[in-house]
């Protein structure tokens, strides 16, 4: 009996940096290469159903909103960054966060995603990583400083934060905690959309042979 993929859920809302989240969800919705294709796929969540506008300009319709996620079927929240977030956006997001987090659910956050966990009190006590150090600290009631690391990505259970201009290395936190790939099938998409290795392309596809 076939299973239905469970969602991976992307939160949208205007402003959206466009950049961040791609190499995460298209290749967690393509299948390609994966240990267990069709196990998850990609759904859109909104705080309303009204389509939001991404900083590229995109229209996005969410498939859900926030007041439907289920925890007892989502797979993972991927808080994507947004031009809002510097005017203090993200509360409910955090909520949700903060929620998933407490249920085992992992959530993933970059940018100015990392700023709402921030200021709700989730990066006080545990490993994380945001644009600087500096940038975390303006947020109101931040108190996480010991707790940061100067790295692109940062995994801690199932929590993980990442830089603005780190994308791939948010990408493969991501894909890693899900589990969708071998760890050298990950090595190799690594090597290929982040190093820009040539000779990775054939092993990535020898991987999925």
Known sequence: MSTAPRP???AVYDTLADWEYGLATAHINSGAHQIDPGRFTVVTVGLTDAPIRTMGGMRVVPDITIDEVDDTTTAALILPGAEA???????PWADLAERLLAVGIPVAAICGATSALARHG???HRPHTSNAVEYLGAQPGYRGGEF???ELAVTDGDLITASGIAPAHFARAVL??????????????FDLYENHDPAAYPRLMAESA
Not at 176 to 183: A, K, N, T, V
Request: net charge negative; hydrophobic share 50%; no cysteine.
């Open 8 to 10: 991976v859920l992307l």
């Open 85 to 91: 977030f510097s005017a203090g956006y993200g509360a």
């Open 148 to 150: 940061y690391v100067d």
């Open 176 to 189: 890693e905690r899900l589990g969708l790939y071998r760890p050298e099938t990950l090595a190799a998409w």
């Open 122 to 124: 989730l990066l006080d």
